[in-house]
């Protein structure tokens, strides 16, 4: 989704926007821009292209400064057009990049229109250009405050006036923005990994704040318009996980470094105690009556797998929302729930929105599962999990759901040890099973020439089904969304025993059926379920543990994924399912790091 870089210096910055932009494009975007200060009138260049093209033509046309704002843009309000892309500018004297939704832009429109300003644009974002222009007299600041005052909705902006050459302005309210200071300069971005390299030193913005940025230093005002000091964080970040190496693409990558990340998020973990959660003690857990999980797409598939351990290992009741309808609808909470939101970037402004919702019901036992350390909802919950997935560039989210499952399964654990349903005996084996699933999940990867066989069938078709039942109902979710998402094929996952009450009119042998089959207790039940498939005449393409009697002779395809795993089972499954995506993708050769119209960091609601 948009992403934002700025930066004002004593020497030319392009090179630094450029490079912030690149960092940001994992966020996924449709446009992108930079402006520059220059003496007289600002200069900028846009495009519908990569970044690699606009700095081409940043080349070409020597655009350079030691004042300027960057952009990728996510087309929410007007096409991704080279005219709507940011920057924007008003009269040639304001110069705006912004991430968000102007929920009451039509109105400022018409109060900007009545003043005669024009617009060229179909975005919401030319509204903040004017206005701060309509109310600038040679104080960047003063106007953007006043600007920001009659604004609705979300918003992150970076702003500089062409009459102000040493001055940059950011403010946020619901998006991201993170301040930087070097020496000698000062920085704007929606997330600290734009800037890496070019300062440790960040302030995080919150709500409300309006930052005002000169070479070297800063000062941040409140929404009710005080000087407030926020804190400084010192960052040293990596770039690591940024280089493909020998892989074809960011997905593959991250698939196949599931292992590496599921043993980083379980470190040195040798006893499940309050204390693997930062900022929880044993009272975070011990007054804990119910669960509350809170999730976007793929985030709230973990959360309903880890429904299922939370009922069984912890035997406590379970809400899985989807964070975008949670808050509009009445709620009867229990003051005893810990509301855990789950999100692999942090910023999901549904999923914020969501537990700013539970903590306004006064829900304030919170405890944020996330893959960025200082993410937005990491900051705003009482105790927090940080996965050790490491950066994730693909769009589609493989290693940052199976450590979200970890950290899931950690907590559900750690409360069934506080609350006495997990002895010490089962502790131990939790903790070794733990240990043992990375090289499961390498047995399972192996497997990648038979998938790719799968994939060459699968992905001639427009349609598929997915099938599981218990833990494995939101595995094969997880499967349909993966497939529709970076293979462009149409998917429905269904619980199996699902099937016979509508979905099975559409069985044919043009409609390829894949499904999840542990051996647990409802094999025989899936067994009967899949029968019900093959009476039709349907493909079915099975992904089945050892021992469950399913094999290729019955008429079947089969991918042995092991012994059955116990609770842990979902996370090996998933894997043949994220792989089978990846291949249908490559072979319809769709653009699968960034697959078209979706964002890898969903900052608007
Ligand atoms: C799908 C996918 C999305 C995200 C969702 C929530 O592959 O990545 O469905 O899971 O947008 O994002 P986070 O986890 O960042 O809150």
């Known amino acids: 989704m948009c ?72 087309a929410t309000h007007g096409a991704p057009a080279t005219e709507n892309a940011h920057p924007i500018f008003s009269r040639d004297l304001i110069a705006i990049v912004h991430n968000g939704i102007i929920e009451n832009h039509e109105s400022l429109k018409a109060i900007l229109t009545a003043q005669g300003y024009e617009f060229q644009t179909e975005t919401d974002t030319e509204v903040i250009a ?18 920001t005052r009659m604004f609705r909705g979300a918003y992150a902006i970076a702003a500089f006036s062409n009459d102000e050459p040493g001055r940059m302005v950011g403010a946020r309210d619901g998006s991201s923005l993170v301040a930087g ?30 930052v005002d940025l000169t070479p070297g230093n800063l000062i941040t005002w409140d929404r009710n318009g005080r000087s407030v000091k926020r804190p400084d964080r010192m960052i040293a970040q990596s770039l690591e996980g940024a280089s ?23 470190g040195e973990i040798d006893a499940l105690t309050p204390s693997i959660f930062n900022g929880a003690d ?19 598939h973990a959360g309903l797998v880890a429904q299922q351990w939370f009922e069984t290992i912890a035997r406590l009741p379970v809400q ?20 855990v939101p789950v999100s692999q970037s942090g910023e999901t402004a549904d999923t914020l929105a969501a537990l700013k919702y539970a903590q306004m019901m006064g829900l304030d036992n919170t405890l944020a599962i996330g893959n960025v350390a200082n993410s937005a ?60 699933l990375p090289i499961a999940c390498r047995a399972v990867l192996a497997q990648e020439p038979q998938i790719i066989a799968w994939a060459s069938e699968i992905s001639q078709h427009e349609n598929a089904f997915y099938l599981g039942r218990g833990a494995h109902y939101p595995i094969a979710m997880e499967g349909a969304l993966k497939l529709k998402e970076i293979a462009y094929i149409h998917a429905e996952a269904y619980a199996a025993g699902e099937l016979k009450h509508g979905p099975l009119a559409l069985v044919t042998p043009e409609m390829p059926t894949i499904v999840s089959a542990p051996n647990d207790a409802l094999l025989d039940k899936l067994k009967s379920n899949m029968q019900e498939v093959r009476a039709r005449g349907g493909q079915l393409f099975v992904i089945a543990d050892s021992g469950t009697g399913l094999s290729c002779a019955n008429g079947l395809r089969v991918l042995e994924t092991g012994a059955y795993f116990g609770l842990l089972s979902p996370i090996l499954h998933v894997l043949p399912m994220q792989l089978l995506a990846y291949h249908c993708a490559c072979a319809r050769q769709t653009d699968i790091d960034k697959p078209r119209n979706l964002a890898k960091s969903v900052t608007v609601e």
């Open 3 to 74: 992403g934002i870089v700025g930066a004002v210096s004593q020497r030319n910055v392009v090179p630094m926007l450029i490079e912030g932009l690149r960092r940001l494009e994992y966020r996924g975007y449709d446009s992108c821009g930079v402006a520059v200060h220059r003496a007289g009138m600002p200069r900028r260049a846009r495009c519908t292209a990569r970044v690699n093209s606009l700095a081409r033509t940043i080349s070409d046309i020597h655009l350079e400064g030691s004042l300027g704002i960057a952009h990728t843009r996510w």
């Open 130 to 147: 004017h206005l701060v222009h309509s109310f600038y007299d040679g104080d960047l600041l003063s106007a953007v405050i006043r600007a």
């Open 181 to 210: 200071i070097g020496e000698t300069e000062a920085f704007l971005a929606s997330d600290a990994i734009a800037l890496a390299g070019y300062t440790n030193r960040f302030i995080f913005l919150e709500d409300g704040d309006v």
């Open 244 to 266: 493909l190496g020998s892989f074809s693409h960011y997905m593959q990558k991250e698939i196949f470094e599931q292992p590496l990340a599921i043993a980083r998020t379980l």
């Open 282 to 300: 044993r009272s975070t857990f011990e007054s804990v009556g119910k669960v509350l999980l809170l999730g976007c797409g793929t985030s709230h």
């Open 320 to 339: 899985v929302e989807i964070a975008s309808e949670f808050r509009y609808r009445d709620q009867c909470h229990d003051p005893r729930t810990l509301v």
């Open 377 to 436: 909802m990491m900051r705003t919950t009482r105790s927090a999990f940080l996965t050790g997935a490491g950066m994730e560039i693909g769009v589609a989210s493989t290693k940052a759901f199976t450590t979200q499952l970890i950290a899931l399964f950690l907590l559900a654990a750690t409360l069934g040890r506080v609350r006495g349903t997990v002895p010490s005996q089962q502790e131990s084996a939790y903790l070794q099973q733990l240990q043992d």
